[in-house]
Every structure is written in C-alpha cells, then in structure tokens.
C-alpha cells in the first residue's frame, strides 16, 4: 500500500484520487488546500478514506503521512511547493506544466540534484504520452513504421478554459500562458516522437474571442485562444501546433498527425481512431499518378486498453501513467518524465510566447543556454 497526499483538491486533484481509487494498492491519507470548499470536497470524494486535512501544503510534508505526493496545486505555486517537497523523504508526482518561468525551473533542476533523499523519484505528469492510441502511435513510429521522422503536426481545436477557484488560469502571469498552460503536453509529445531536443520556435497566435468581455478584479483576463506554432529540430524536422480554443464544435478535439519517408500515422481523439499507412511502392515509376485521398494501403482501427480501470478526463492516460509511477516507487525505477524532460516542455511554450511578442524565431539556448548539458536525458540527447 502506497500512502498518497493530494497538494490542490481542485478538479485535478480530485481526478488524481478517482485513478488512485481504480487502480488499487493506494491510499490517501492527507491533502492539502488553502481553499476550503475544495479541501472538503476531496475529503468526501472516496468512501472508506479518511484523509488528514491540511491547510497549507508544508504541514502535509511535515505530517509523516505519506509516502509520495501529488503536486496539483495552481501553475504559479508548483515552484514553492516543490522546493518543499524536494526536501521531504518523498515521492512526486508534479502537474504540469512544472513551472511558469525558466528561473524556478532551473533553480528546481539544482534543488534535485542536491536532493538529501536518493531514493526518492519526481515526476512530471504530462499524461498525453499514455493515451492509447498515442502510445500505440508512438510505439509504431519508433518501431520504424513510417521510417525516419520528418513532420510531426498536432492539432487541438476545443472549448475554452473551465473555471478555477479565483478564476487564476485567466492571466498568463499566474499560468505561464495558454501555450505554457496547456500545451506544455503537445511540445513534450513532439520531442518524444522525435527522439529530439527542439532548437528553434515559430509562433503566431493571439486573443481572439474569448474572456475579452470578462472583467476579474478590474482586469481584463489576457490568455490568448488561438496560435499556429512550429517547432524546428537540429537533425531538420520539424513539429506543428495548431491550437483553437474556441472550437467546441469539432468532433475529434485532438488530432496527431505523424509523418516520416516510409509512411502516416495519425492518432484521433476522443475517437480513439487510429490510421497506419505505408507508401512503399510510391516512388516507382509504374504508379505514379495513382491519387492521394484514396486510402490506398492505409488500415483504419479503434485503439482500447481494457486493462484501465478508469477512463477519467483523460481517455485513461492518467490511470496509467498511476500505474507507472507507483509500479516506479515499488522497483526503484527512475521517473519516465524527469524533470528537466518537464521543463523543455515549459521552455518551448515560454519561447513561443517569446516569438509571438517579438514577431521571430526564438532559439532555445535564449531560454536555456545550457540546455543539452542540463538536460542529458532527454528524447535526442547522446546520453
């Protein structure tokens, strides 16, 4: 039995525990929120459970309660809470994104590794990666179905933001941006893909429609709800994010768009449709003419995990990725997601920000100097 504490029981938090609850061999015994609507709500949310009920995340760390602790508090406090909970004797799992400003990423990155408990994992939960037909199209794309990767394109067309408590996640300064925010996921799946660090983003996106009529505490909310950006790579690859926020409308929210010199791979969500196809005989002469759009030698399927016990807010990913991390502490295996993996995600979305004020490309090394040196594990790196 591992013992869990919940840091933020907003609905994140809560999601946490209806996948801990699934999956078994956990508890929760403590959470922790300064809110008290929220703290109450989680505390009621499983039957049989009687949490702690703390009002600041240090008493929960000092508490002696838990083995690991879910980070699922609002963006702007992951910093503090994790300088805390690195030096607590536990694990962690973190929300994304890990952080809002490079500043706090980098100085988290040296807090680890000065960390006084080895033993002890953290994580950054960037759950997109474990959707199944995103895993089954990543396991296809690195088993050399589609040949060396070129173009890698991620669409996300949706509703708006939900409401928080205080209405926080209306202001970049408290959610690192809409690109940081939310598609902190998308940049961390095109590096996977890729086997890559990114080099260099291109962005283009804006305010357009949404919470432009809000006034919060006299202020106008200034997320933005719309960008195009694209992601280059050392070896010549290149990744695309086209983000609409004001698309409720679409039938497939999330589409993954995975293109090399042998073949397609597109993963559709909520669908869960995946379509696998090679173009082997293109290049000869003797067919050439033949249409594209045709389907030719493309196998159309629904991919499922029955093994999930829990489908939840996040087509099942989150139930895995629980099963990965608790499967991690009990083995003494390292993280899947470090977290200097975490915060390339959050470098490439602060850059694109960064590009979209500036009207240019942005490199990298503008955020992170010693990206490569920093970051040896991750996706591309010699390591």
């Not at 805390?84 to 962690?92: E, G, K, N, P, Y």
């Not at 179905?145 to 996300?156: D, L, T, Y």
Request: with cysteine.
């Amino acid at each position: 039995m591992i013992r869990y504490g919940i840091i933020g029981c907003g609905s994140m938090g809560r999601e946490h525990m209806l996948n801990l609850h699934a999956m078994g061999g956990a508890q929760v015994t403590a959470i922790a929120d300064p809110h008290g609507p929220s703290r109450d709500a989680a505390a009621s949310l499983i039957g049989g459970w009687q949490p702690r009920l703390f009002a600041h995340h240090a008493e929960l760390l000092g508490s002696g309660l838990c083995d690991a602790v879910i980070i699922a508090s609002p963006n702007f406090t992951h910093a503090a809470v994790l300088r805390d909970a690195l030096a607590a004797d536990v694990h962690i799992l973190v929300e994304k994104p890990l952080v809002t400003t490079m500043a706090d990423g980098l100085d988290l990155l040296q807090r680890e590794r000065q960390r006084p408990h080895r033993g002890r994992i953290t994580w950054v939960a960037q759950e997109y990666r474990y959707m199944p037909p995103v895993a089954e199209a990543i396991r296809l794309t690195h088993g050399g179905m589609v040949g060396r990767v070129h173009q890698v394109a991620i669409r996300e067309h949706r509703e708006p933001f939900y409401p928080k408590v205080g209405d926080w996640n209306r202001f970049s300064a408290n959610t690192g941006g809409t690109l940081v925010e939310k598609c902190c996921h998308y940049f961390n799946l095109m590096d996977l893909i890729l086997q890559e660090q990114p080099t260099r983003v291109f962005a283009s996106g804006a305010q357009r429609v949404n919470h432009l009529d809000e006034v919060i505490d006299g202020r106008v909310p200034d997320i933005l709800d719309s960008a195009y950006v694209i992601v280059d790579y050392a070896s010549g690859a290149r990744a695309l994010l086209d983000l609409c926020m004001f698309a409720e409308n679409s039938l497939d929210t999330e589409h993954v768009t995975i293109v090399g010199d042998e073949g397609k791979i597109e993963s559709l969500l909520p669908s869960g449709v995946l379509r696998v196809g090679r173009r082997e005989d293109w290049g000869k002469r003797e067919v050439w003419g033949q249409p594209s759009g045709t389907g030719r030698g493309v196998s159309v399927r629904q991919v499922r995990d029955t093994n999930i016990r829990y489908l939840g807010q996040h087509f099942g990913a989150s139930y895995v990725e629980h099963e990965r991390f608790a499967r991690a502490i009990r083995e003494g295996l390292p993280p899947e997601i470090p977290l200097a993996e975490g915060l390339q995600a959050v470098a490439t979305g602060l850059a694109a920000h960064r590009s979209i004020e500036l009207g240019r490309p942005v490199a990298l090394s503008e955020l992170w100097p010693d990206v490569a040196a920093a970051n040896p594990s991750a996706p591309g790196s010699d390591a």
